[in-house]
């Protein structure tokens, strides 16, 4: 599968952003995806994972209650939409799948399939 994000931009903090992930080559329905950001000077990490029917998510603590991960699997996309934003969530955002199983989906490494990356840049 073939993964294509795009949204990204600058925005002002406490404003919001939609990015989506576009498959292309698999249905994505086979897929559990994530969302990953990777900021200058620092490590990939996961910000949320949702599961092939989309009824289950996780998210990382930082995003809870501001981040909403869901999926369009008719239409192949994976969203995230990103609300109440911080200049701390400034980064390159990146969407992944994975043919796995639902487990230890915070984990980069199990993630086969990533898109090219969308910058985010949160002003204050």
């Known amino acids: 599968v073939q993964l294509q994000a795009s949204g990204g931009g600058l925005v002002q903090a406490g404003g919001s952003l939609r990015l989506s992930c576009a498959a292309s080559?698999?249905?994505?329905?086979?897929?559990?995806a994530g969302w990953f950001r990777q900021a200058p000077g620092k490590e990939r990490e996961i910000v949320g994972s949702i599961s092939r029917s989309g009824t289950v998510t996780y998210y990382t603590d930082s995003v809870k209650g501001r981040f909403t991960i869901s999926r369009d699997n008719a239409k192949n996309t994976v969203y995230l939409q990103m609300s109440s934003l911080k200049p701390e969530d400034t980064a390159v955002y990146f969407c992944?799948?994975?043919?796995?199983?639902?487990?230890?989906?915070?984990?980069?490494?199990?993630?086969?399939?990533w898109g090219q990356g969308t910058q985010v840049t949160v002003s204050s």
């Open positions: 080559g698999r249905t994505v329905s086979n897929y559990v």
């Open positions: 992944a799948a994975t043919s796995g199983m639902w487990t230890q989906v915070e984990v980069t490494s199990r993630y086969a399939y």
